[in-house]
């Protein structure tokens, strides 16, 4: 029993050193991180970062060039990255148009544009760095050097670009009854004048006392030219596809029945059609 | 002459020092990583630059050029075309990309915030 508690002096000058070092290590002399990559950069930085990927790639068309950038972010599905940081821009209130080019890359980020060909020609890219050859440089102890890794990646051009200014036409538009899907979802298809998946395209939706705008593409899993909206019941929509389109009126929920007598509220698919 | 007990005192300190020090130096910093833009590898500045002048070449909207370039920290925008234009030269990007970086800072030189424009 005495020996126990003369024992304690240990457990004590062990919480000294712990305080003192944990001091020390956070406080006066943290690890400071240099030489980083993307991947490393806090949230709202890496949205920025990413953000500069979109406006370039609707620059420059380089699709081969866009995706070597996102890869440096360790992200498991960049497409849906930016399709989720398109949507946060919405619906924070921010730019429509910087919306939009992320919403292009998602789109087009596991399904390239066929009009993109890979030239013979070749230029510098990044290559991700892989995290244990990331740089951490801590003050008090040996800093590991490396060089800059800079590999070529295979850069598209552009025969030609689709134009997002030409008029949509409906196509289709059919009731969905369909108890897998949410109740009243108006689900919108766009496609370009070849009938291919159209992402970045701007769709408005009105009501009497409201308005909502988005654009096709931030479901790249679903499909690029893809968007759907939630109604409400018993309020009656417009729709209005680009921004010279034609303008959809009287969409509703609409009542449906499941094999076995329940009634739902049922939804719409429209599909538009660049001239 | 310290004593048996003292020893094993100092003893314990040293052992939690290093505990504290590997948990703030390798721990905690492996958990908690936000690195500001101005850490950024080079390269990786270099390649921002780019992409803010190729943005820039296709909008030729010089305020908002500027306003991207802070992202990389609080230096005149200047000085990381600059330096993004040697990284470029030294690591082998094109020739269009250099031209392009080049473009973006005859523009920034040349010019001069309007009042309706945001000034960064």
Known sequence: MNENRNNWFLLTGILIGLV?????????????????????????????????????????????????????????????????????????????????????????????????????????????????????QETATPQVTATPLVTFTPRATLRSLPTLAAPFDLRQREIVCDPAIPEGLLQIEAVDGNGDPLAGVQVQVTWSDGEDLFYTGLYPRVSPGYADFQMEPDIVYSLRVGEAGETVTGLYTSPCEDGEGNSYWGGWLLRFGQQ | MPTKRTTYFLLAIFAGLVIGLAFGWFVKPAAVRRVAPQHLRQDYQTDYVLMVAETYASEGNAASAVERLHFLGDEPVNVYVRQAMLTAGQTGYSQQDVETMNALSMALQSWIPQPDEDIP
């Not at chain 1, 490393?40 to 953000?51: I, M, N, V």
């Not at chain 1, 497409?79 to 939009?100: F, I, M, S």
């Open chain 1, 20 to 136: 003192l070092g944990v001091l020390y290590s956070l406080v006066v002399n943290p690890v400071t991180y240099v030489d980083a990559s993307p991947a490393s950069l806090g949230p709202a930085d890496q949205d920025e970062y990413r953000l500069m990927v979109a406006l370039a790639y609707r620059a420059d068309r380089d699709l081969g060039r866009a995706q070597a950038r996102m890869r440096l972010f360790d992200d498991e599905n960049p497409a849906y990255t930016l399709g989720a940081q398109a949507q946060r821009t919405l619906a924070d209130g921010g730019d429509a148009d910087l919306a939009r080019a992320l919403a292009q890359l998602a789109a087009d980020y596991n399904n390239p544009l066929p009009i993109a060909v890979v030239a013979a020609t070749e230029t510098p890219g990044i290559t991700p760095t892989p995290p244990e050859a990331q740089m951490l």
